[in-house]
């Protein structure tokens, strides 16, 4: 390990973020990612002045309607209706913001418990380690999908909030676990027993030189949990286990498949909630590559051949 | 690199729109193109079913071509393929065994109300109804050669008398005092109390089901029946009577084929049916379904929803339901109601019951959830023929009142008790006037109570739905509900008692399973309603009094509603005259045309080859 | 490189133990502890056939007197205890006389047949997408189209199956629909047989890698980029060794542990993440059978799949924290560390 003795202190990430002065956060993938999930949020926020969400509830449109530039379409709904009477553009205003906040409401808990708990194991050691491997451990091993339905069978989801925290449940031990063994392999490096060595509070070492160390396999991870957690709630509910009045993305597609939409033609009932999904997740990963270049200023230009 | 992305991005939205499309594309009719997966292997001589005076080996018959084939959508998974005993709750002679492997004593045809005869030659009982004769058809044989007697039947009663886990054990229990063998086509089975409906309510396939028999031959054998699995391929077990024979389980499917010693050809009884083969398969979701009827996969299907007949129908015109044009479906038996728990404040009174039911849009329901596929009849029971002189018995008033919402009367109600209405809902004592639905997992009935809910809530009523699984039948039976969406007033198909029954007794204390009889689910109590119940249990169908007392407690029940009529269910089956022809329907409604039932023994036996 | 002291691997061990215990005390309590009663799901089954079910208490009495639901939970513990130990969890409470076993060992080969092939594939393939977006010396054209691989990630796998159904079997015909098998072959150890389970197989397995190895290439982007900062990163390409080289020997092979550990950590999965896969593809495998047992509360069956998953779950967990300190250099487990 004699490399590490090489390590220029300006090097490290920390300290080569206060370098940079030509403002980072002009970073155009970031932006664009960013201005993506504005509109998507924007979407759900202004949508309820523009159109009567009411529409999105079952038995309040006349059904199976097409969408308003095909045959037998109607302007009252743009985007055409489906066979429990829900507007879709109503359901979408409706479902996508849903959808969105189980997706980062269960995604931040998850990371953010697996940050902090992570990184005290790891950089702590000792008995915080034990303690809060076994648990972490004891809830990694058992099959959350099993309890997730045991838990549904009896307790109604009444709003994607609890569905969020119940995904949060289960979605920390892995974080947990990957942050510790990074931080073990971290505690290794020359700068930060260069800190140790210096007194640095731990925390500071955790937190300032730690975790931005850190930062893109942890944005990475964000985008990834949070497509996962939509995902993981798009799937429970398509096992039956979701809300059901108000809509979500998950709880539309589901419909569609359980009213077998493609096969009967209703393109305009399965496509729009997967377009919305793919959306979604450009807009973070566009986010999360642009963050990636903000922190890492060597990758900027990535693309056309490095540096 | 954006534009590249963007570009790829579009690219791959393209790939997704392309699926969308390529079924728009495929709507092209493709009746004569079987698929590749369900083509079989062409036999190298087709044998003729009505040329084939030289038995053959079944098993020959596996090879059978397409056209003389016959295959039956099943939407359920086949889980447990080996358990074919007939007595243990979910074994699987749902797939084949109850319709095509055995033989029921006699079917009940809801189209003209008739109990028709099969295996039984007669089966008839004294004034009284206490004892019955059964006289068996002659020359009946098991598909391995030994002769099927009044023997089997008993001991197959007798088996389930002496365990209690086995079958309908309580039921024999109950009803039966002594059976009596008088020759080997003849017996007699001795009640202990008059039981009009006995013959019909076992062996006639009057819901779904009837008795089945087992070999004693075979059975007499077995160490132990409880835990007997009735499976041996290479035994000839399951071992019946029928006019098919197991010939292969898959993972999704059960291959039966055709036995030409069947011994209803062979006494005359019945010709010999035409498919050499019947397969029963399940595919997946009502998608995969849908597409593989519009293959032709199937020849006919079991409930499906409207929209998705409608586009299989668009793509294969030779698919056909119950009725030629919408509604297309054909009434189930057992009416869709809203159980209220009416041992449970505020809903303990009458009029609050009223309150729901006149809220309720029926009509709605029918146009949302069933999608217009059902019929607008709020009766406990189901809107057949058969049932339409005791229906006319209930108060037309009554009648008039559910078929539209009454909004005015449930606001009076609601002001008559104290509520008052707020911004969104009506409050008494400043609390909220709430509601929770509890919903199987059963898509149907959840519909019903997705619709309910929003004119609930658009009425001021805080309606919430609670989809519950296993939880769901607990909850009915310990009282731990507000409403149910469910079918629990089932039972009349032909007369009133069998639902009637449901609703007498005293209310079951909450926390206490309802004992049949003594005390009901439904947590209402009518002394007078349980006495009339009970009296027309022991009267003739064509009994005069029994007409003048099932008004009576109609009456009541309509009055008190303890549980609120909510839909007629139907089943849309589907029927495919791509290679067979003659399905029961509403023109030629020979048989209930169900084929997940032991009626379909009837409709096989019919069909012929299509032209 | 660090040792692999008697201590630890004792502890570790220990650790193996206790959680597996954990887990399957878990899996006893967590259906016992909502409303529901099995036997009664049983009797209601009956309800919804025959529409009227005479004396219901009694058939639940005597249902819960076979299976023993009627003892103290104490002694249902102890017995349940000695069933994980025994592997034999006795009979299946709703497919009653069938033992949960012979439901799950049929179903398991195809669940793991169709598993492991699935996430081998998508963890290798993700695991390359990530590291080359994440390099920076990945070629340009290459650094903008994987990206777009990533798209499928947020489509629901079990939507992109429909799909990919009714392209391939039903517009296309090349393959088939939906089950394990065709119904003219029999199950044998010839060609015939296998090809059409494979064929059978192809479709699940594309919607499952296509829209899973999105989620290991995130992660491993993320942690290749950590890795071209790395002063040994940089000292191997300083140094002129040739880029596939570095590629692997030193970008890969530093980065992969995490994504290992996460692939370890799903191995439990295997058995229960394919539930909707099996839904859409009538797919004969144990994840269906999973969902089925928990909504029905086939105790038996349901602790004999869960408990399988966290045996393997714990098993993988303890072979990696066994294997860590000896495949990474960079820990070094001193008895700081480990204690």
């Not at chain 1, 060595?197 to 949990?225: D, H, K, R, Y």
């Not at chain 2, 006149?358 to 959830?369: E, K, L, S, T």
């Not at chain 2, 079951?508 to 049949?516: G, T």
């Not at chain 2, 791509?578 to 045309?593: E, I, K, L, S």
Request: neutral net charge; proline residues 6%; charged residues 20%.
């Amino acid at each position: 390990m004699t490399v590490e003795e090489t390590v220029d202190p300006k090097e490290s990430p920390a300290t080569r973020r206060v370098n940079v002065w030509d403002s980072p956060w002009l970073n155009t993938k970031f932006l664009v990612g960013g201005s993506i999930i504005v509109v998507v949020i924007l979407f759900g926020l202004l949508g309820p002045f523009f159109w009567n969400t009411e529409l999105a509830y079952t038995a309040s449109s006349p059904t199976n309607l097409p969408p308003m530039w095909m045959a037998k379409g109607s302007p009252e709904h743009p985007l055409g209706t489906e066979s429990n009477g829900r507007d879709m553009l109503a359901s979408l205003i409706v479902g996508i913001p849903a959808s969105l906040r189980v997706g980062v409401l269960a995604a931040t808990l998850g990371m953010g418990i697996g940050v902090l708990l992570g990184s005290l194991a790891g950089y702590l050691g000792g008995w915080w380690d034990h303690v809060i491997r076994t648990i972490s451990d004891s809830v990694l091993i058992i099959p959350s999908l099993a309890v997730l339905i045991a838990i549904a069978s009896y307790v109604q989801f009444p709003d994607t909030t609890m569905l969020a925290l119940v995904l949060a449940m289960f979605a920390w031990p892995g974080p947990t676990r990957l942050v510790r063994s990074q931080v073990l392999t971290l505690r290794e490096r020359g700068y930060i027993r260069m800190a140790l060595l210096s007194n640095v509070p731990p925390l500071e070492i955790m937190f300032v030189e730690m975790v931005p160390n850190m930062l893109p396999w942890l944005a990475a991870s964000f985008t990834g949990n949070i497509s996962g957690a939509i995902l993981g709630a798009t799937g429970l509910e398509a096992l039956g286990l979701g809300p059901t009045r108000v809509p979500s993305l998950g709880m539309i597609i589901n419909y569609a498949m359980t009213s077998s939409a493609l096969v009967r033609g209703m393109v305009w009932w399965w496509l729009p909630p997967i377009l919305a999904l793919i959306i979604i997740f450009t807009g973070f990963f566009l986010m999360t590559v642009g963050l990636d270049e903000i922190a890492n200023p060597r990758l900027r230009g990535y693309g056309n051949g490095g540096k | 690199m954006r534009s590249l992305y963007r570009l790829i991005a579009v690219l791959m939205l393209a790939t997704l729109l392309l699926s969308a499309c390529a079924q728009a594309t495929t709507q092209a009719p493709k009746a004569t193109e079987a698929p590749k997966a369900t083509e079989a292997p062409k036999a190298t001589e087709a044998p003729k079913a009505t040329e084939a005076p030289a038995v053959k080996d079944p098993k020959e018959y596996l090879n059978a071509a397409r056209e003389d084939t016959l295959i039956i959508d099943n939407p359920y998974r086949l889980e447990g393929k080996d358990n074919w005993n007939p007595y243990i709750p979910n074994n699987v002679t749902g797939w084949g065994l109850n319709a095509l492997g055995q033989d029921p004593l006699m079917m009940l045809n809801y189209g003209d109300g008739q109990l028709k005869m099969w295996s039984a030659d007669k089966f008839d009982s004294d004034a009284e109804a206490k004892v019955w004769t059964l006289t068996l058809k002659k020359g009946i044989t098991w598909n391995d050669g030994v002769a099927f007697t009044v023997d089997d039947i008993i001991y197959s009663i007798d088996l389930q008398i002496k365990n209690e886990t086995l079958g309908s054990h309580f039921y024999f229990v109950e009803w039966i005092d002594k059976m009596e063998k008088v020759d080997d086509g003849t017996m007699k089975f001795y009640l202990k109390k008059p039981n009009v409906r006995f013959a019909v309510e076992n062996f006639g396939v009057q819901i779904a089901g009837s008795t089945q028999f087992v070999p004693k031959h075979i059975w007499e054998t077995v160490a132990d029946p409880l835990t007997f699995k009735n499976y041996d391929p290479e035994k000839g077990l399951p071992l019946g009577t029928g006019p098919y024979i197991l010939a292969k389980i898959t993972e999704n499917e059960t291959i039966w084929v055709r036995n030409d010693k069947w011994w209803g050809a062979a006494t005359g009884f019945r010709k010999l049916p035409e498919p050499l083969k019947v397969i029963y398969s399940y595919v997946g979701t009502e998608e995969v379904r849908t597409q593989t009827g519009i293959d032709n996969g199937f020849d006919t299907m079991q409930d499906m929803t409207l929209g998705a007949f409608e586009a299989m129908k668009a793509q294969n015109d030779k698919w056909i339901a119950f009725y030629p044009d919408k509604p297309y479906a054909w009434l189930d038996p057992c009416a869709r109601i809203i159980s209220v728990n009416s041992s449970a404040a505020p809903w303990d009174d009458k009029e609050m019951r009223w309150v729901l039911s006149d809220v309720m849009d029926r009509q709605q329901i029918i146009d949302i959830a069933y999608e217009g596929t059902t019929v607008m009849a709020p009766y406990f029971w189901p809107a057949y023929p058969s049932m339409q002189k005791y229906a006319d018995l209930i108060d037309k008033a009554t009648i008039d009142r559910m078929l539209k919402p009454n909004l005015d009367k449930a606001e009076a109600t609601l002001k008559a008790k104290g509520y008052t209405k707020g911004d969104k809902y009506w409050t008494k004592d400043g609390k909220e006037l709430t509601l929770e639905i509890q919903v199987p997992e059963y898509i149907e009935l959840e519909r019903i109570g997705d619709v309910w809910l929003e004119q609930l809530q658009k009425f001021g009523i805080n309606a919430t739905k609670v989809r519950l699984e296993s939880a769901f039948y607990d909850n009915f039976n310990f009282g731990h509900y507000e409403v149910q969406s469910n079918w629990f007033a089932c039972g009349s198909v032909a007369e009133p008692w069998l639902t009637l029954r449901n609703f007498v007794g005293k209310a079951a204390p909450i926390d206490e399973r309802p004992q049949s009889g003594i005390t009901n689910g439904f947590r209402w109590s009518n002394d007078r309603y349980t006495e009339l119940v009970a009296e027309i249990g022991t009267l003739k169908w064509d009994d005069p009094k029994l007409m003048e007392d099932t008004k009576e407690a109609l009456k009541i029940l309509y009055d008190e509603l303890p549980a609120i009529p909510a839909a007629q269910a139907r089943k849309l089956v589907p029927f495919n005259d791509t290679y067979w022809t003659g399905w029961p329907t509403n023109d030629n409604y020979y048989m209930t045309p169900t084929n997940w039932w032991n009626n379909f023994i009837w409709t096989v036996t019919t069909i012929t080859k299509a032209k | 490189m660090g040792g692999l002291t008697k201590e630890y691997v004792l502890q570790r061990v220990l650790m193996w133990f206790l959680t597996i215990w954990i887990g399957v005390t878990l899996t006893f309590a967590i259906p016992r502890m909502g409303k529901g009663d099995p036997v009664s799901v049983i009797v209601s089954r009956m309800m919804q056939r025959q529409g009227y079910v005479e004396n219901a208490n009694e058939i639940i009495e005597s249902y819960k007197r076979r299976f023993g639901l009627n003892d103290p939970i104490m002694v249902q513990y102890i017995r349940y205890l000695g069933n994980v130990v025994r592997f034999d969890y006795g009979y299946s409470l709703t497919r009653f006389p069938t033992p949960a076993g012979e439901i799950v060992r049929p179903a398991l080969p195809w669940t793991l047949g169709l598993l492991i092939v699935a996430s081998t594939l998508s963890f290798g393939v993700g695991v390359t997408v990530g590291a080359l977006m994440g390099w920076r010396k990945t070629p340009a054209w290459l650094q903008n189209i994987l990206p777009a691989s990533l798209t499928f990630t947020s489509i629901p796998y079990f939507m992109f199956g429909i799909l990919l159904i009714f392209v391939f079997a039903f517009w296309l015909k090349i393959l088939p629909a939906t089950g394990g098998y065709s119904r003219d072959v029999d199950p044998a150890f010839n060609w015939t047989f296998i090809s059409d389970v494979l064929q059978h197989a192809i479709l699940p397995l594309f919607s499952i890698v296509v829209t899973s190895m999105g989620g290991w290439a995130l992660g491993m982007r993320g942690l290749m980029i950590g890795v071209n900062n790395e002063d040994y990163f940089l000292l191997a390409q300083a140094k002129g060794l040739s880029p596939t080289r570095v590629f692997f020997r030193y970008g890969i092979r530093n980065a992969i542990l995490p994504a290992l550990t996460a692939f370890a950590l799903g191995l439990g999965g295997l058995i229960s993440g394919s539930t909707l896969v099996e839904w859409i593809f009538a797919y004969p495998g144990t994840g269906y059978v999973l969902y089925r047992s928990i909504t029905a509360l086939d105790y038996s069956v349901m602790q004999n799949i869960c408990n399988l998953m966290i045996i393997i779950t714990a098993t993988g967990v303890l072979a990696l924290d066994l294997l860590n300190p000896l495949i990474d250099p960079r820990i070094t487990f001193k008895k700081s560390a480990a204690s």
